[in-house]
């Protein structure tokens, strides 16, 4: 496991791009961590470092956006999902293996995750600004 330090929401953009560069383009990140941790600002970091040029916003409401870079990003929210039917209604299942999948709220989806997904977990540090990132199944 590795644990990193941020204390911006660029340091965070930056901890995204880290990890983007040890990515083969078919991996699962599910990221762990409540509101206004920066699960959002690390996955524009992580899609900046995968060659996505478009911004990169929270699909709260669209359950899942898609970015075009060097490999296809697929950022979903599963703060809404509450049973496999819900799951199922996002067409999670369809995008595995077709390119890089971020997951936001992965607490709610916890068994449907592959078991080498790679597990980000964010919690506030010392201040406010300040952000723990615990990052298994990656190298950094």
């Known amino acids: 496991m590795t644990e990193l330090l941020s204390n911006s929401a660029a340091e965070t953009e930056q901890i995204g791009?880290?990890?983007?560069?040890t990515l083969h383009?078919?991996?699962?990140?599910?990221?762990?961590g409540?509101?206004?941790?920066?699960k959002t600002a690390f996955t524009r970091g992580?899609?900046?470092?995968?060659?996505?040029t478009d911004g990169v916003s929270s699909p709260t409401f669209a359950l899942v956006n898609e970015y075009h870079g060097a490999v296809p990003?697929?950022?979903f929210d599963m703060y809404r999902v509450q049973s496999w039917d819900d799951l199922y209604s996002t067409?999670?299942?369809?995008?595995?293996?077709?390119?890089v999948l971020v997951i936001e709220w992965s607490e709610n989806i916890e068994g449907a995750l592959?078991?080498?997904?790679?597990?980000?977990?964010?919690r506030r540090g010392a201040h406010d600004e300040q952000r723990i990132f615990q990052i298994e199944g990656a190298e950094l």
């Open 91 to 99: 067409g999670f299942f369809d995008y595995l293996d077709n390119g």
């Open 17 to 21: 791009e880290r990890l983007a560069k």
């Open 46 to 52: 992580l899609a900046r470092g995968l060659g996505v």
């Open 73 to 75: 990003v697929y950022h």
């Open 34 to 38: 409540g509101l206004g941790m920066g």
């Open 25 to 32: 383009g078919a991996e699962v990140i599910a990221l762990f």
């Open 114 to 122: 592959p078991d080498d997904a790679i597990r980000v977990t964010i």
